[in-house]
């Protein structure tokens, strides 16, 4: 009776030495190529090369070596269909009942940062995931392996069974699928971005599993949460965490919202974040004073919320947030001090970003049921603005710093959204509101006699002058919004009726 044949032919070699001499113990005849075959012959363990057994030599630098009937009619045959069978004799072509093979590492090589479109190339792999397929296919009667993690159970079923379950073959070939398709749709990415597309015909995206969630926004719905391959290292998916319990699928949400705000500063800055939206920023001369700002801002909200920094968080800074509850810190460091500190509390989550890594711009995905909406991320800024000062009165120095701040915050909270801001800190926020007088009322309510002197930033034009009016009365005395509206004029009018400045940026920040 003839032996039976493994193909093995892997780039990522963990594991594949021991995993063949168990594959000649059970009886298997190896085949194999290049560096694969040297190594595992180097081992002493008897091995063919696939030219041995296809009678014709790897040509074009070995970009052909299996792409040959003599390998894919032993992987494509179907074991009990006597045609299929009588064609393999017919043909010299024996079966191969195990296949082991994972690819060129793409993803590796274009992950240099100085990488050449001619190497890149050369590492798109054409007979790996040719043979995978083929493998997967007729995964019927073949075993197929991609994923080092899966050789003891091959191995172990084949010991006790001489065949591996059906079950496990079946889970092997969807994984083998999941696996091409990733590897495909890295390639995909790459060549999109290469040829300059911009809305290709298909959206091919892949993610890796980072971490299964207990839960998702509520106990009874399921959760997991996924990385982007290549993605920015400046993010949560991409986060170091030095302490506490596992991340929720709100504290991922969370923690992302926090990021994303605080990103937007140079000084240092603190921003707490609930319920994805700002309750509380502030800015100063050190990551303590900033704190302290963010804290003012919104004493109560703040409970059981997440805070990030854009500096690092040394043992003062620390002593103040041990004091309150709160689900996660984020920072580009924590002093030993800080850690020895924070780490007292046992679920506490601490987590690092590296701020000076290049902000890589990402686009922004968006699932609806059925379909996806993809967007890029609102980078706009106050520099890249057309600013025009409509009113009779412009905004004092101290009066810019506080439109400046309210309009860094305000793209980031949900529309309509209203931001008072005044000496370096947030004083009253209102989000996610169906009418944007609504949503200045709570951010007026919040600010109380603070407001008095304050800038407001709005995150779209007034489309009647109700706003100005209610921020007047609440002591506003400068607003920065977008302008744009057909009735503009009567905001600008009632804005110096009471002599508030008005800057206009031209650009709305809808965040819905």
Not at 290 to 308: L, M, N, R, T, Y
């Amino acid at each position: 009776m003839a032996k039976k044949r493994a193909l093995i032919s892997v780039s990522d070699k963990t594991g594949v030495i021991e995993f063949a001499k168990e594959l000649v113990n059970l009886g298997f005849e190896i085949i194999s190529t290049g560096g694969t075959k040297k190594a595992i012959q180097e081992q002493g363990i008897p091995v063919l090369s696939v030219s041995d057994v296809t009678g014709f030599p790897e040509i074009l630098e070995g970009r052909v070596k299996t792409l040959n009937p003599l390998i894919h009619g032993g992987l494509l045959a179907k074991h009990d269909d006597p045609a299929h069978q009588g064609q393999l004799e017919e043909h010299g072509i024996q079966p191969i009942q195990l296949v082991c093979v994972n690819l060129y590492p793409f993803q590796q090589t274009i992950e240099k940062p100085d990488v050449k479109v001619a190497d890149a190339i050369e590492n798109i792999d054409i007979g790996g995931p040719t043979m995978l397929r083929a493998s997967a296919k007729n995964h019927q009667y073949i075993t197929v392996v991609v994923d080092p993690a899966d050789y003891q159970t091959v191995a172990e079923e084949l010991k006790a069974e001489g065949q591996t379950k059906l079950e496990t073959r079946v889970k092997l070939a969807a994984k083998v699928f999941r696996h091409t398709a990733a590897y495909d749709a890295l390639i995909a990415q790459y060549m999109t971005d290469l040829a300059q597309e911009e809305t290709p015909e298909n959206l091919t995206v892949t993610y890796e599993l980072k971490q299964s969630l207990r839960y998702g926004e509520n106990p009874h719905q399921k959760a997991a949460f996924y990385k982007k391959p290549l993605g920015s290292a400046f993010s949560i998916a991409n986060s170091k965490q030095l302490h506490g319990k596992e991340l929720s699928y709100n504290n991922i949400n969370d923690a992302d919202a926090a990021l994303q705000i605080v990103k937007e500063f140079s000084e240092p800055a603190a921003v707490a974040v609930k319920h994805m939206n700002p309750c509380g920023v502030g800015t100063g001369k050190t990551a303590y004073e900033a704190f302290e700002k963010a804290f003012a801002a919104d004493p109560v909200s703040i409970f059981g919320g997440i805070i990030a920094f854009n500096r690092e968080v040394d043992a003062a800074t620390a002593g103040k947030l041990r004091e309150i509850f709160l689900e996660i810190i984020i920072a580009p460091a924590f002093s030993e001090e800080a850690l020895s500190i924070l780490t007292g509390k046992k679920n506490l989550r601490l987590l690092t970003i590296p701020f000076d890594q290049a902000k890589k711009p990402e686009f922004k995905m968006t699932t609806i049921e059925g379909g996806l909406l993809v967007q890029e991320q609102d980078r706009y800024t106050l520099e890249d603005a057309t600013i025009t000062i409509p009113t009779k009165r412009q905004p004092t120095e101290a009066e810019w710093e506080s439109l400046k701040l309210g309009w860094q915050v305000v793209k980031h909270v949900k529309s309509n959204a209203i931001v008072v801001a005044r000496n370096g800190m947030t004083i009253g926020i209102g989000a996610g509101q169906m009418n944007r007088v609504g949503a200045a009322e709570i951010a007026f309510k919040q600010a109380g006699e603070k407001a008095v002197g304050a800038g407001l930033a709005s995150d779209a034009f007034f489309p009647m002058d109700d706003t100005v009016e209610a921020a007047a009365n609440a002591g506003i005395t400068a607003i920065i919004q977008p302008g744009g509206s057909i009735r503009d004029e009567d905001s600008i009018k009632k804005a110096d009726e009471y002599g508030i400045a008005m800057v206009f940026t031209g650009v709305r920040h809808f965040k819905h």
